[in-house]
């Protein structure tokens, strides 16, 4: 995608008190590549084309979380997200929703998960997006489990006796 933007801003490194208005435009690409760059000025002079390179931004990807799993019923904890091409833009999302994010690093992120996210069963798909990427990683999912209830099993146990299962 390649679009022009034209701005008309003062020139502020010339000497003295006139204030010379040049033309620029700017080439803003949203593709990895190159671009040359070329000024020209008001008198019709146009500078050498200068090229640069326009890096790729790799999108977040996430290889682990913990914890992993809780139990429903869980009071608040912080969960790490592990992964790579994180930066200080990053958002967790926590099925969807957008958390309040700490980048720790390039490779870490953390978000607080409120006692109210973990109140029912169920998988959760965790995601981590970026500005500077545009991207979105895949989903990971979280696992919110029902705790152990044994079953009732019939029966009697006495000191000294058998259990007898019926």
Request: zero cysteines; glycine letters at 10%; a positive charge.
């Amino acid at each position: 995608m390649r679009r022009d933007v034209e701005l008309d801003q003062p020139d502020h490194n010339l000497r003295g008190h006139d204030a010379v208005h040049r033309r620029r435009s700017a080439l803003l690409i949203a593709a990895p590549g190159t671009a040359s760059v070329t000024v020209t000025t008001t008198g019709g002079g146009t500078s050498s084309p200068s090229t640069f390179t326009i890096n790729a931004t790799s999108a977040p990807t996430i290889s682990s979380l913990s914890p992993a799993t809780k139990l429903m019923g869980s009071t608040g904890f912080t969960l790490t997200v592990n992964g790579a091409n994180y930066d200080a833009t990053a958002v967790v999302y926590w099925n969807g929703t957008p958390l309040v994010t700490t980048y720790v690093g390039p490779t870490q992120v953390t978000a607080p998960i409120t006692a109210g996210m973990v109140v029912s069963a169920g998988t959760f798909p965790i995601t981590v997006s970026t500005t500077t990427s545009g991207a979105t990683s895949s989903p990971y999912n979280f696992s919110v489990n029902a705790p152990f209830v044994p079953s009732q099993i019939g029966g009697k146990v006495t000191l000294g006796g058998k259990i007898q299962v019926h």
